[in-house]
């Protein structure tokens, strides 16, 4: 099915050094491969594109893809939308649908909801924040084990797209060209829970400063809890002088 393919790809997701809008499933061993797939984890991957578009990251036809397109639309797995160009006419660009997004897998979302409403309301925010606080713990120390033998931020980011990218995230990363990196989360396998409490956003993005080494900044530039399509931050050294 395809929810155990997906779960599948996301754990041999690896970062991608180059621009993203040039990656290609066929890198990873265990991609999926049925068209529809292939085109749901695009979408996924690099948001909103144009049959054509699909068509040439997939190396399939235009028509092909617009095709797969349109019987993915009829099972509601994503929806068009038209955009004015300056010349010509409107192009149709396809999105995942909230159906869609449903395929790639967030972590048992409603018991994990559950648990964490009956934490807050039996036992309150206190006791929340600590089993957050816990988590954020033994998550720095994971990832600072598997920091060892990294020394640039360049290798300590990749490595940490690759922790993150075996967690669920589809994680990766590209150089900014001016002394950042882009670090991307394309999928957040803990939505639920972070909708729920932001604390947890909160928490994984002070891990990410503490493993990534002092003089590093980190800032949050797109949130998928905030209605963005990923969480992206722009990572680099602190600059000099600085508080």
């Known amino acids: ?46 948001g909103a594109l144009t049959s054509s578009q699909i068509g040439e990251r997939l190396g399939i036809t235009g028509e092909g893809a617009r095709q797969q397109l349109m019987k993915l639309s009829n099972d509601g797995l994503v929806r068009e939308e038209r955009r004015s160009a300056s010349r010509g006419r409107p192009s149709t660009y396809w999105h995942l649908s909230e159906k869609g997004q449903a395929r790639f897998p967030n972590t048992h ?11 807050q309301d039996e036992l309150g925010a206190e006791a929340l924040d600590r089993v957050i606080s816990a988590r954020e ?19 300590r980011v990749a490595r940490l ?38 604390g947890f956003c909160r928490s994984e993005q002070a891990v990410f400063e503490q493993v990534l080494g002092p003089g590093t900044a980190i800032e949050r530039v797109e949130h998928i809890v905030r209605g ?8 680099g050294k602190v600059a000099a002088g600085a508080a």
Do not use: W
Request: glycine share 6%; with cysteine; hydrophobic share 35%.
């Open 137 to 155: 713990t033994r998550t720095r120390a994971q990832y600072e084990a598997a920091m060892v033998g990294c020394g640039s931020l360049k290798e």
């Open 228 to 235: 963005g399509r990923r969480c992206t931050y722009r990572i």
């Open 161 to 198: 797209a690759e922790l993150r990218s075996d967690e669920g995230y589809m994680a990766s990363f590209e150089d900014a060209g001016d002394g950042t990196f882009l670090f991307v989360e394309n999928h957040c396998p803990i939505c639920a829970a972070a909708r729920f409490c932001q």
């Open 109 to 119: 979302a409603g018991l994990t909801v559950e648990i964490l409403s009956s934490i």
């Open 1 to 46: 099915m395809v929810r155990e393919r997906v779960i599948k790809q996301v754990k041999t997701l690896k970062n991608n050094p180059a621009n993203m809008s040039s990656d290609h499933l066929e890198k990873y061993p265990d991609a999926p491969r049925a068209p529809s797939d292939r085109i749901l984890m695009t979408l996924k991957m690099q």
